[in-house]
């Protein structure tokens, strides 16, 4: 990552990587481009760490090496590698004058619960709040024995003053199939962004149709790469024992767009949106979680005017969550007769939940919602509808626009949407009476600190991103009836050919 954009550390668990071969482990570290690698402790396997250690140009450190604490300073961003947290403990040990981690990694760091107290504790939390008190900078606490999804401040006293307490996970994301791999984009000021990708998502894995059994009759007749599967034709790939029509057809549409960086159509509907003389407007909003109680931002990115404008709402409480739907439903009636949105996933989440709050807060515009304001999912005309193959290893919009060139920079590269949205849940918690003052979780209340200015950028970069994506997908050829057909060969070109 370039320096002044933060440090991308990538943890791993042995047994989530052990089956790939030498190329796909490449790929992993080719496609994540991690400047760190952390190796959880569990789970571990020294030979699985050798390998990591061979194949990674960088440091390497393994939860379960000497009893020390390692340094490591990458793009102005410091790191601390304790393998216990004893070692961080200035009571116990002669510590360094100084305690000036941007971030401290450690596995000992877990929350526990009492069965019968229902009470939620962390583990090591004194000598933590310990090194904290002496530290010149923030530090925030990241741990392998928890996922990377875990994001929760605690508090603890040190000589009467209160001491707030970061603790982030960071091991691979339990699922039902592959785990999902994290990178953490950590930057100086203690923020933390995670990205995810599954752990079977590299080398020839990453097609769509390839398993463990294809991807094995794949290099033995000689198509090591997805390069290689790219250049094949369908006729080519249902030589092979075991490849049918489908299975060649998806395949090689996936290596394509996978290994030339664009997308692919599959059929030659019209791209969103289809209103006659519309303009799309792309939007995005950002809630407290999967069943919001509060929008509180929407951001708003019009292509023909180039503006960007959001509505936010960064003082937001449960007496009035519907502030940010209000100024921008009535925002987008007095510049737009016949708006086009656009969303990614909107269907699913941004339009469900914009006409709930409409209908609840806003009721005077509830009928221009539902009459003149057009809506269209980017996602589910190219995915749900298998309009297109986009060229991420998921579809999430973030990788899509990566692959397609779109990177984020600046405060937008350490956030992530999860994090935005489970700091100002618990921001609504902590600011709500709470009588015995703990949160849903049963664990202590503690009111998070919100980036706002950040958050809105990230906001920004996802709008913009989507209309990245939107412009590459207008501009992908349109599927003809011999790309279709059960025995043709797609006569498909890259992106940078029109």
């Known amino acids: 990552m370039t320096?002044?954009?933060?440090?991308?550390?990538?943890?791993?668990?042995?047994?989530?990587?052990?089956?790939l071969t030498s190329a796909a482990l490449a790929d992993l570290l080719e496609y994540v481009d991690p400047d760190l690698l952390y190796v959880v402790r569990e789970d571990t396997d020294v030979r699985v760490a050798s390998r990591l250690r061979r194949a990674f140009d960088g440091p390497v450190v393994a939860a379960a090496g000497p009893a020390d604490v390692r340094r490591e300073t990458v793009a102005g961003v410091s790191f601390a590698f304790?393998?216990?947290?004893?070692?961080?403990?200035?009571?116990?040990?002669?510590?360094?004058?100084?305690?000036?981690?941007?971030?401290?990694v450690c596995d000992d760091i877990a929350p526990t619960t009492d069965p019968v107290a229902l009470e939620a504790t962390l583990a090591g939390r004194d000598a933590l709040a310990r090194y904290r008190s002496r530290a010149s900078e923030s530090t925030t606490f990241l741990t392998g024995a928890l996922e990377?999804?875990?994001?929760?401040?605690?508090?603890?006293?040190?000589?009467?003053?209160?001491?707030?307490?970061?603790?982030?996970?960071?091991?691979?994301?339990?699922?039902?199939g592959a785990a999902e791999l994290a990178c953490l984009t950590c930057d100086r000021n203690g923020a933390a962004a995670v990205s995810s990708v599954?752990?079977?998502?590299?080398?020839?894995?990453?097609?769509?149709?390839?398993?463990?059994?294809?991807?094995?009759?794949?290099?033995?007749?000689?198509?090591?790469?997805?390069?290689?599967?790219?250049?094949?034709?369908?006729t080519e790939l249902r030589s092979i024992e075991g490849i049918g029509d489908a299975t060649a057809r998806e395949v090689v549409t996936s290596a394509r767009a996978l290994a030339e960086s664009r997308v692919v159509r599959r059929s030659d509907e019209p791209v969103p949106p289809v209103a006659e003389g519309a303009t799309p407007l792309f939007v995005d909003i950002e809630t407290d979680g999967l069943q919001p109680t509060i929008i509180w931002?929407?951001?708003?990115?019009?292509?023909?005017?180039?503006?960007?404008?959001?509505?936010?709402?960064?003082?937001?409480?449960?007496?009035?969550?519907?502030?940010?739907?209000?100024?921008?439903?009535?925002w987008l009636a007095a510049e737009y007769d016949s708006p086009s949105l656009v969303?990614?996933?909107?269907?699913?989440?941004?339009?469900?939940?914009?006409?709930?709050?409409?209908?609840?807060?806003?009721?005077?515009?509830?009928d221009y919602w539902s009459e003149n304001v057009y809506r269209y999912d980017l996602y589910d005309w190219a995915v749900r509808r298998n309009n297109a193959?986009?060229?991420?290893?998921?579809?999430?919009?973030?990788?899509?626009?990566?692959?397609?060139?779109?990177?984020?920079?600046?405060?937008?590269?350490?956030?992530?949407?999860?994090?935005?949205?489970?700091?100002?849940?618990?921001?609504?918690?902590?600011?709500?009476?709470?009588?015995?003052?703990?949160?849903?979780?049963?664990?202590?209340?503690?009111?998070?600190?919100?980036?706002?200015?950040?958050?809105?950028?990230?906001?920004?970069?996802?709008?913009?991103?989507?209309?990245?994506?939107?412009?590459?997908?207008?501009?992908a050829e349109p599927a003809t009836d011999g790309d279709r057909a059960t025995d043709g060969e797609t006569t498909q070109t890259g992106l940078a050919d029109f």
């Open 3 to 19: 320096a002044g954009e933060g440090t991308d550390l990538l943890a791993l668990r042995c047994d989530a990587v052990a089956d």
């Open 389 to 475: 193959v986009l060229p991420g290893r998921t579809n999430r919009l973030e990788d899509v626009a990566a692959a397609l060139g779109c990177e984020r920079s600046g405060p937008a590269a350490a956030l992530d949407g999860k994090t935005v949205a489970e700091r100002v849940r618990r921001l609504l918690e902590a600011s709500s009476d709470d009588a015995d003052g703990t949160d849903a979780d049963g664990e202590p209340a503690s009111a998070p600190t919100i980036d706002w200015t950040a958050a809105r950028r990230y906001c920004e970069a996802d709008v913009r991103e989507l209309a990245a994506v939107a412009d590459a997908i207008a501009a």
């Open 343 to 366: 969303a990614w996933n909107g269907h699913a989440f941004d339009y469900e939940h914009l006409e709930r709050f409409i209908t609840r807060y806003a009721p005077e515009y509830r």
């Open 297 to 330: 931002l929407i951001g708003v990115y019009d292509p023909e005017r180039d503006a960007y404008v959001d509505f936010a709402d960064t003082d937001p409480g449960r007496d009035d969550p519907g502030a940010a739907t209000r100024e921008f439903v009535s």
């Open 82 to 104: 304790a393998s216990s947290v004893s070692l961080l403990d200035p009571n116990e040990v002669d510590g360094p004058e100084r305690s000036d981690a941007d971030f401290v």
């Open 198 to 234: 599954p752990a079977d998502r590299f080398g020839l894995r990453a097609l769509a149709g390839v398993g463990p059994t294809t991807a094995e009759r794949l290099r033995a007749n000689g198509y090591d790469t997805r390069a290689a599967v790219a250049d094949a034709t369908e």
């Open 148 to 176: 990377a999804s875990y994001d929760h401040v605690w508090t603890a006293t040190v000589d009467g003053e209160t001491v707030r307490l970061p603790v982030r996970g960071v091991a691979p994301l339990r699922r039902s």
